[in-house]
């Protein structure tokens, strides 16, 4: 299967009772002055707040509240600390993720089902840094705000169980709400989910322009030039085959009459290869949810969206991937194995339980299936059959790549490395990702802090895999891509202009550990990993703050010659804060360079991916 989902930190285990659960009342905030925050440990406050339950409590489901203003004017943000530098290119980062959770009307969905919200800070050297925010004008957001004041949830989504909106019987599960992550190529601003078309903006007001129906004008142009490779299969019983043909002719008018989804659905997350100046995106089937066998079409585009190249092919696997890579040679699909849930099936159909319950994880084996699919006509030649993975020797739920290349190893032999984050089977948990409880409407943060979980969550890795000229695997090897960072670790980065070639530096969301109730998530530090010796250093936000993605803006000159930008979310003073590091200061005290502060009323919540756009 090829269905996906966010997989930010998207993990839980299962508790016995813990204090948190029950909902402690809101505690009152009172300000304070603190010191500047420095790379290495978390700077101390002057008046320390302490880390009770109830703060940690809502300082996690704070950083989910809905923000239903927009800000279509642009507004020009407060340097609060330090200054822009000198070097820093005019260009706009764009953040995606939810703005909206609870309507008027009792329900209250998952993060993942959050309407989409794009944020948009624009970097101007005579002008400073303005901010504006606006809602993704989705098919599913015009139905359910409507022309009122007042939002009612109409559909379920995923990952929701609505209790003030129809539940049994609803069969709009398909809640393509456009945030998850953001693109700016060929002269288009796109907003994109895991299960629909992107939506595209207008770059300069954020105003929805609509659907971008980018598979469709990938199909007509592949038909107009004839360039698409055949599908590769691999031979199975052929009753097995007749079977699964059955079940998908049986299944697609069901999945697209009733329930709304399209035949083949995008991934939200894209690759961008900067020495053919491509942008790479994957689709999948509708039915490969529900059959083991998943559907894979590879598209590349060129800089103004014409295609380049597309390649399909079907895996005899139950799958499930959110993120993936590529090299020179190969599209590479990091398999996370599932299978269906016949019970969770007929509760999710009846409205009393997330549709994503119909699914559950397949830990069978102990090992990755790690598949290697032929992008060039080089890898299409060896004649190795491609559907067979190279098996990892590391059971790991994948979740995000930060960067994979290829090395000749001579005589024809390959050597494929991926920096990328993975966490246990035993922590990912499909309808409690994000401690989400449709029930007391509120956030459980002890689903993503369990006492023994830090060996379970997302963690760095790094993966090794020789090829001989064949294609046959040699070996493969998965190891730490840190000795010295041992913590939670997710969203990792790069300077973009290294993607798909050695590179020396990886920029990671982490967790220091010092919130004894919150050790795990929501992150608070930025961490810099040398993956040439494994060494590491840091930048972390002092007192109740937590920060986003990394995002690298390079500036020219070495690998590490840049800044990194990101928000830190200043929970517990209802603020948020946009940080820019210089990148090759983290782990000193001079790491932060500047800091700007959105007005108060502006706050937002908790974004997903973002994308930096050189002007």
Known sequence: MAVCTMATMHAAVHHHHHPLLHVPPLPRYRSRVVVRGTAGTTAAAVTSEPDTFSNAFWDYNLLFRSQRTETPDPVQLRVVEGAIPADFPAGTYYLAGPGMFSDDHGSIVHPLDGHGYLRSFRFHPDHGVHYSARYVETAAKSEEKGDGASWKFTHRGPFSVLQGGHRVGNVKVMKNVANTSVLWWGGRLLCLW??????????NTLE???????????????????????????RRPWLVEAGLDVATRLLRPILSGVFSMPPKRLLAHYKVDPKRNRLLMVACNAEDMLLPRANFTFYEFDAGFGLVQKREFVLPAHLMIHDWAFTDSHYVVLGNRIKLDIPGSALAMTGIYPMIGALQLDPSKETTPIYLLPRSTEAVASGRDWTVPVEAPAQMWSMHVGNAFQEDLGRG????????????????????MFGYNWKNKKLDPTFMNAPKGKELLPRLVQVAIELDKRGSCRRCSVKRMSYQWNKPADFPAINPKYANKRSRFIYTGGASGSRKLLPYFPFDSVVKVDVS?????????????????PVFIPTGGGEDHGYVILVEYAVSEDRCNLVVLDARKIGKKSALVAKLQVPKHLTFPMGFHGFWADE
């Open 413 to 432: 032999g390959l050597n494929i490395r991926l920096h990328m984050s993975a966490c246990s089977y035993e922590w990912f948990h499909f309808h409690r």
């Open 194 to 203: 895991e299960g629909g078309m992107p939506y595209e903006l207008d770059p």
């Open 533 to 549: 010796d494994g060494t590491s250093r840091r930048w972390s936000c002092e007192g109740r703050k937590f920060v986003g993605e």
């Open 208 to 234: 929805t322009i609509g659907p971008f129906d980018l598979l469709g004008l990938a199909d007509e142009a592949a038909a107009a030039q004839g360039r698409v490779a055949g599908r590769q299969r691999q």
